[in-house]
């Protein structure tokens, strides 16, 4: 089992800011991707940015050049610094794992955190 704890999200302005965190806990040594998806009102959930265990990322075409995704592995934790932000960046933000124990692959999720980007 893997628990993921979301942090940062929140209100900003167009053209601001804001950083979101992950925190993950429980059996992190299965874990070999970690990402961000998010979910706009009526949209289906999409994926922003993903990170493997080798450091290679994966972003969005929405997102490239604006959004960042990176890991602390000494704080299990991975972070999505997102500059530039638009108003259709506004969404519910979920974190995910994706764990591989021999050839069980298995998501887990976060309980999301809101981004809304609004004058």
């Known amino acids: 089992q893997v628990q993921l704890v979301e942090s940062g999200g929140g209100l900003v302005q167009p053209g601001g800011s804001l950083r979101l965190s992950c925190a993950a806990s429980g059996s992190i040594s299965n874990i070999n991707l970690m990402g961000w998806y998010r979910q706009a009102p009526g949209k289906q959930r999409e994926l922003v940015a993903a990170?493997?265990?080798?450091?290679?990322?994966n972003y969005a075409d929405s997102v490239k050049g604006r959004f960042t995704i990176s890991r602390d592995n000494a704080k299990n934790t991975v972070h999505l610094q997102m500059n530039s932000l638009k108003p259709e960046d506004t969404a519910v933000y979920y974190c995910?794992?994706?764990?591989?124990?021999?050839?069980?692959?298995?998501?887990?999720w976060g309980q999301g955190t809101q981004v809304t980007v609004s004058s």
């Open positions: 995910n794992a994706l764990t591989v124990v021999v050839a069980t692959r298995v998501r887990y």
């Open positions: 990170i493997t265990n080798s450091d290679s990322t």
